[in-house]
């Protein structure tokens, strides 16, 4: 029996893979309320691959998923908490102020699943969104949440998180990592 790899997996559910022009380039925000149909549709699209994606993979420490790794070079993104919390829609997300203190972590990422790569990423982030009435909203997210979300901002600007790992560090087969099924560790706390 062949084995699939992650990434084909992944290929196969509808995620675009590393590599491909779309993951390198900002995606184009919405006009809202004027394009409130398109984000709402776009937002229905993530939350059925996302659907598809949690069928095949457990996702322990959340999932998050943005429009450019579903082909759309829009930007939206929705995340999952690790909890049972609802999910949090981001459209036109813009960070506003990161915290100084920072952690690393492992991060896998689903256009790439292969690896797992050891990331900093501030502990503590202030996030700009609009809503689907065109009002903008603005909320704190830290520990893991922050990090999740981060990682899926940093796709709606073309970025994998490969960019943001330190100098001569490299992503570890998916093989050799051992958290999997594992919140991320916070001061002795899992979140």
Request: proline share 7%; net charge negative.
């Amino acid at each position: 029996m062949i084995e699939v790899r992650p990434s084909q997996q992944m290929r196969d559910l509808g995620v675009v893979q590393q590599g491909a022009a779309i993951l390198a380039k900002s995606a184009r925000p919405f006009d809202l309320p004027a394009e409130r149909d398109e984000a709402e549709r776009i937002v229905d699209e993530l939350f059925a691959a996302m659907e598809r994606i949690g069928q095949v993979h457990p996702f322990a420490k959340g999932m998050g998923l943005a429009a450019p790794q579903i082909g759309i070079s829009r930007a939206a993104t929705v995340v999952q908490p690790p909890s049972d919390a609802p999910a949090i829609i981001l459209l036109n997300p813009k960070i506003t102020t990161l915290s100084e203190e920072t952690d690393e972590q492992y991060e896998g990422c689903l256009s790439f699943f292969d690896v797992r790569g050891l990331v900093p990423r501030p502990l503590k982030i202030t996030v700009e969104t609009t809503t689907l009435t065109g009002e903008t909203v603005t909320t704190m997210y830290d520990r893991g949440l922050a990090r999740l979300i981060h990682h899926e901002i940093d796709h709606l600007h073309g970025l994998l998180y490969i960019s943001r790992m330190g100098a001569g560090v490299e992503p570890i087969p998916v093989e050799e990592y051992r958290q999997t099924g594992h919140a991320w560790m916070y001061d002795g706390t899992r979140g």
